[in-house]
Antibody, heavy 118, light 110 residues
Framework: QVHLVQSGAEVKKPGASVMLSCKAS????????MHWVRQAPGQGLEWMGI????????HYTQRFQGRVTLTRDTSTSTVYMELSSLRSEDTAVYYC???????????WGQGTLVTVSS | QSALTQPRSVSGSPGQSVTISCTGT?????????VSWYQQDPGKAPKLMIY???KRPSGVPDRFSGSKSGNTASLTISGLQAEDEADYYC??????????FGGGTKLTVL
């Protein structure tokens, strides 16, 4: 069965960068796009971007352009999300979610809490 | 792109029906039949309830249904149960590989 397992919680200082991982199992990584979504404490879901693991092409929402980078390692079936120039407003749970056509599927990672604090 | 508009909260008594709306534009909800709905319990990852406007993944009760008219999509839950109390988010494809979520609706079962 499909599983997306994300890396553990992170605590970072403002201005730093964070790289999160999302390891896929139960299917071939390159067959489906992967989305990243975040949720600040008490807030709603916010779509960040998408990567095509087959060729590494990416698309980001304008709000995160220049600060977020999605990459993948097909040898380990892992997708990575790097967010730079962190600020306190980036404190959130970050999710990876497998794509399905032009939507997100029902397969989501467990989420990774990133806390940005001085 | 701007978030889709959902009511902040809705409520209903057990056995009743409730409908949650999700309003976008012709660039997202109105332009594609790729609206999905997620249910989220506190501290948990979202659970897919409806995809492609009105399709239910296996295991989702048929009490949950989706529809769309113009730029507004709707999730209807009939025969409300206590376990349906959660946050609900709509999600739409918005072209050029991008996706947009609604702000979320808190459903309270009275």
């Amino acid at each position: 069965q499909v599983h997306l397992v994300q890396s553990g919680a992170e605590v970072k200082k403002p201005g730093a960068s964070v790289m999160l991982s999302c390891k896929a199992s139960g299917y071939t990584l390159t067959y489906y796009y992967m989305h990243w979504v975040r949720q600040a404490p008490g807030q709603g879901l916010e779509w960040m971007g998408i990567i095509n693991p087959s060729d590494g092409s990416t698309h980001y929402t304008q709000r995160f352009q220049g600060r977020v980078t999605l990459t993948r390692d097909t040898s380990t079936s892992t997708v990575y999300m790097e967010l730079s120039s962190l600020r306190s407003e980036d404190t959130a749970v970050y999710y990876c979610a497998r794509g399905s056509g032009n939507s997100l599927s029902g397969y989501w990672g467990q989420g990774t809490l990133v806390t940005v604090s001085s | 792109q701007s978030a889709l508009t959902q009511p902040r909260s809705v409520s209903g008594s057990p056995g009743q029906s409730v409908t949650i709306s999700c309003t976008g534009t012709s660039s997202d909800v109105g332009g594609y039949n790729y609206v999905s709905w997620y249910q989220q319990d506190p501290g948990k990852a979202p659970k897919l309830m409806i995809y492609d406007v009105n399709k239910r993944p296996s295991g989702v009760p048929d009490r949950f249904s989706g529809s769309k008219s113009g730029n507004t999509a709707s999730l209807t839950i009939s025969g409300l149960q206590a376990e349906d109390e959660a946050d609900y988010y709509c999600c739409s494809y918005a072209g050029s590989y991008t996706v947009v979520f609604g702000g979320g609706t808190k459903l309270t079962v009275l």
